[in-house]
């Protein structure tokens, strides 16, 4: 029955390109069959292939007088291999080598400009077949796969731009409050990429001594300094093939920077002591939870390695945005550590689970997780109470009452909230993800009192987009 669905409901058709060009292949192929979207960019693209629940067959139009297009389509392709690619091509585009190439590696099938429409829905449905047998592995993705917990929506969301950017090997900025995980993300890329079986390597960059960073990360030659009485490998060396891990990146010094900046240029080291270039394979992760671009203006952090480093972006949400994840959480870490000492406690009383999911944690899963620890050593009863949870009690019942209206508003703030922090806080984007006007969405963001940051704010009074 799921098949049937799945063959007999409407075809879902991207198109990315020219906008007269994309008109007309709409008009040609009709709405009879086919839901297609356009998008004029990468970035509109991105919101709509992530925002997608279903089979996804996407043409992108290649035209030789856009290079700048030509390389956003090949980042994207290259960022969504679940999407099965056709490419629209003119006769004099079709003779640039590099177009060639393109069609050659990426797409699977291509027609010419002007189209045959009876030709090119032919090849639609080739194209869907194919992507139908692809998107099982892809759609079937679940938390527990990628070494986290949740089946929240944000979480499947997650767990698929994971895979994705697994298999393209460029380097990645996670960010994130702290607390919502950084750590598991970047293995969870690790461990579905092609470097799985070599080394997985993390550090701390705000964790070592600022006169120890050079030779932790790059290694020493011996007698390079003072006690240096043998070579010593760096952790960049000793990652070899493998992929590192660089947490708390806005915290290494200036002058390091240099060094981590040249070597994503050319895979090159130099150990300390040593004008030998050594070459390295490694991926390079990094994480952080402060606001890079900020440090970037009171002149912390370089901006040549921010953008060296925020090639692919992974954002783990907070807790509070993955309520409906809390339970599960909860009960997997009550699980993974009732066996550190006899007790009777079985599980969370009902109301615990409730003021569970109304905390605002600002700790994140850190914080869940060492609530229930002390929970569960602090607990005489069979469930684990608010009090030994450290969380308080309403102070009357008719406080936590809630009417059907304000349940309404709070669920559509939260969802707002979540949707522009995604999407970085571009109302665009955010009204797209949603399926509202920009209009609709100003009002909502006025109604609910939503703050943006003031870097946005001042965009919107420059009159620029959002």
Not at 174 to 202: C, D, M, Q, Y
Not at 216 to 221: R, S, T, Y
């Amino acid at each position: 029955m799921a098949d049937e669905n799945i063959t007999t409901q409407k075809r879902k058709v991207l198109i990315m390109g020219y906008d007269f060009l994309a008109y007309d292949i709409s008009e040609a192929l009709g709405s009879t069959l086919w839901n297609i979207k356009h998008a004029r960019n990468r970035h509109e693209a991105i919101s709509i292939i992530e925002n997608d629940s279903g089979v996804l067959t996407a043409i992108g139009i290649l035209i030789n007088t856009n290079l700048q297009q030509l390389d956003e389509l090949q980042e994207l392709i290259a960022m969504h291999p679940e999407v099965t690619w056709l490419a629209a091509v003119d006769s004099s585009s079709l003779q640039v080598e590099r177009i060639r190439r393109l069609i050659n590696q990426y797409f699977l099938f291509f027609f010419k400009l002007p189209m045959d429409p009876i030709k090119t829905t032919h090849l639609l449905e080739a194209a869907r077949d194919m992507a139908l047998l692809s998107s099982v592995s892809t759609n079937q993705l679940r938390s527990e796969d990628m070494g986290m917990v949740g089946s929240s929506t944000v979480m499947q969301s997650l767990c698929r731009s994971i895979y994705r950017i697994a298999q393209v090997d460029a380097p990645v900025l996670i960010t994130g409050e702290s607390g919502t995980g950084k750590e598991l993300v970047a293995r969870a890329v690790h461990e579905n990429s092609l470097r799985r079986n070599e080394p997985f390597s993390a550090i701390n960059c705000g964790a070592l001594p600022p006169g120890l960073i050079q030779s932790e990360l790059f290694g020493h030659e011996k007698g390079a300094f003072t006690g240096a009485d043998q070579r010593k490998f760096g952790i960049i060396e000793s990652t070899g093939n493998g992929t590192l891990f660089l947490d708390e990146i806005g915290d290494l010094p200036l002058d390091i920077q240099v060094n981590l900046l040249r070597f994503l240029e050319n895979h090159h080291i130099f150990r300390l002591g040593s004008l030998k270039e050594i070459k390295v394979d490694v991926r390079i992760l990094a994480a952080t939870h402060v606001n890079l671009e900020e440090a970037i203006k009171r002149g912390k952090f370089r901006e040549d390695l921010y953008h060296r480093l925020n090639v692919l972006q992974l954002s783990p949400p907070p807790l509070r945005e993955r309520s409906q994840d809390i339970e599960e959480i909860a009960n997997f870490v009550f699980n993974k550590f009732r066996a550190e000492k006899a007790t009777k406690v079985k599980g969370f009383s009902h109301e615990s689970l409730i003021l569970m999911r109304q905390h605002s944690w600002p700790g994140n899963i850190r914080e869940l997780i060492n609530r229930v620890r002390r929970a569960m050593v602090m607990c005489d009863q069979r469930l684990i109470r608010p009090e030994d949870l450290g969380l308080e009690r309403r102070q009357s019942s008719s406080r936590s009452q809630v009417t059907l209206e304000q349940a309404r508003d709070l669920a559509e703030q939260n969802a707002i909230k979540a949707s522009l922090a995604r999407n970085k806080y571009q109302v665009q984007h955010a009204a797209c993800e949603l399926d509202v006007s920009r209009a609709t969405l100003y009002r909502l963001i006025e109604k609910h009192r939503i703050d943006r940051p003031l870097e946005r704010v001042a965009h919107i009074a420059r009159g620029t987009p959002s």
